[in-house]
């Protein structure tokens, strides 16, 4: 069965990827609230309007989050020059098949139309995106420059472990200023603790539809109340601590198949369950 376009509970769609097993966006949650409430929101972006801002997006996908930030920090403040870099294995052709409503709409058509004609540097007005098209651990190796912001968009860790290991978050802190945010919908233990081991100060951000929240990082920012982010529950914390499942996905090589990550993660957790 291939790819296919589906609806989200916002009215917005998504498409559900055969190779991963899952959708690029909530279903429940809807497409926009996500890229909203998961990711602009507690990137704290918006509230430190600058004359440029600079974004690593860690899955592209459809470029839903990007559509989304770019348009809300542009009405904010309309000078601001946005330089967004985003890893990427490959654009779903699907895209075409896709539109967004207002105030998303125009600027949607403007890069559908770039990026159906393959390009992977685009420049809309003020912003400037570039796309690195190919294994993200492959690329991340390269970058040198430092982001204001890292959305983390990835498949679930389970289906998509190779971009959730501390190895790969190592080179994203490497690629985040210190009072930077990096930003993911996913609250997955292995996901928290690899950040926790990499001296990452955690929050849960706000609970989009009946979803859990998710979760933003940082090594030295400051919370806005505006970000609606929250500290964890002492309970939240203690599983982070105590779970035999709390352990991180391992990838020294940045190497390692996705069957061999969860594997050796699997070993892991047992031998802790052992011990306890
Ligand atoms: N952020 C996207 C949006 O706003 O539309 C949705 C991202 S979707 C959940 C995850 C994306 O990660 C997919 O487009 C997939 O192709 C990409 N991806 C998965 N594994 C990858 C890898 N190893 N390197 C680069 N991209 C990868």
């Given at each position: 069965?291939?790819?296919?376009?589906?609806?989200?509970?916002?009215?917005?769609?998504?498409?559900?990827?055969?190779?991963?097993?899952?959708?690029?966006?909530?279903?429940?949650?809807?497409a926009l609230?996500e890229s909203l409430?998961k990711f602009l929101?507690?990137?704290?972006?918006?509230?430190?309007?600058?004359?440029?801002?600079?974004?690593?997006?860690?899955?592209?996908?459809?470029?839903y989050n990007?559509?989304v930030?770019?348009?809300?920090?542009?009405?904010?403040?309309?000078?601001?020059?946005?330089?967004?870099?985003?890893?990427?294995?490959?654009?779903?052709?699907?895209?075409?098949?896709?539109?967004?409503?207002?105030?998303?709409?125009?600027?949607?058509?403007?890069?559908?139309?770039?990026?159906?004609?393959?390009?992977?540097?685009?420049?809309?007005?003020?912003?400037?995106?570039?796309?690195?098209?190919?294994?993200?651990?492959?690329?991340?190796?390269?970058?040198?420059?430092?982001?204001?912001?890292?959305?983390?968009?990835?498949?679930?860790?389970?289906?998509?472990?190779?971009?959730?290991?501390?190895?790969?978050?190592?080179?994203?802190?490497?690629?985040?200023?210190?009072?930077?945010?990096?930003?993911?919908?996913?609250?997955?233990?292995?996901?928290?603790?690899?950040?926790?081991?990499?001296?990452?100060?955690?929050?849960?951000?706000?609970?989009?539809?009946?979803?859990?929240?998710?979760?933003?990082?940082?090594?030295?920012?400051?919370?806005?109340?505006?970000?609606?982010?929250?500290?964890?529950?002492?309970?939240?914390?203690?599983?982070?601590?105590?779970?035999?499942?709390?352990?991180?996905?391992?990838?020294?090589?940045?190497?390692?198949?996705?069957?061999?990550?969860?594997?050796?993660?699997?070993?892991?957790?047992?031998?802790?369950?052992?011990?306890?």
């Amino acid at each position: 069965m291939g790819d296919k376009v589906v609806g989200t509970a916002d009215g917005s769609f998504t498409i559900w990827s055969s190779e991963f097993g899952e959708s690029y966006h909530s279903v429940s949650a809807g497409a926009l609230e996500e890229s909203l409430k998961k990711f602009l929101i507690p990137s704290h972006l918006l509230f430190k309007p600058n004359k440029e801002v600079k974004i690593l997006e860690v899955g592209f996908g459809l470029g839903y989050n990007f559509t989304v930030s770019v348009v809300h920090l542009l009405r904010n403040s309309p000078n601001t020059e946005i330089h967004y870099v985003a890893f990427e294995k490959e654009i779903n052709p699907l895209i075409g098949e896709l539109s967004l409503p207002e105030p998303y709409g125009d600027f949607y058509e403007r890069l559908k139309e770039q990026l159906l004609k393959g390009r992977t540097l685009i420049e809309i007005d003020s912003v400037r995106l570039e796309i690195l098209l190919g294994d993200a651990r492959r690329k991340v190796r390269a970058l040198k420059e430092t982001f204001d912001a890292v959305y983390h968009d990835a498949f679930s860790p389970r289906r998509n472990p190779e971009l959730w290991t501390f190895e790969f978050f190592r080179e994203l802190k490497r690629l985040l200023r210190k009072d930077g945010w990096l930003v993911t919908y996913s609250t997955a233990l292995p996901v928290r603790r690899a950040l926790k081991e990499l001296g990452f100060k955690i929050f849960n951000t706000q609970p989009v539809g009946r979803r859990s929240p998710g979760t933003a990082a940082t090594i030295s920012g400051k919370p806005l109340k505006e970000s609606e982010i929250y500290p964890l529950s002492p309970k939240e914390e203690r599983k982070l601590e105590i779970s035999p499942k709390a352990v991180s996905f391992r990838d020294p090589c940045l190497c390692l198949s996705r069957k061999e990550i969860l594997n050796r993660y699997l070993l892991e957790v047992s031998k802790r369950e052992r011990s306890f």
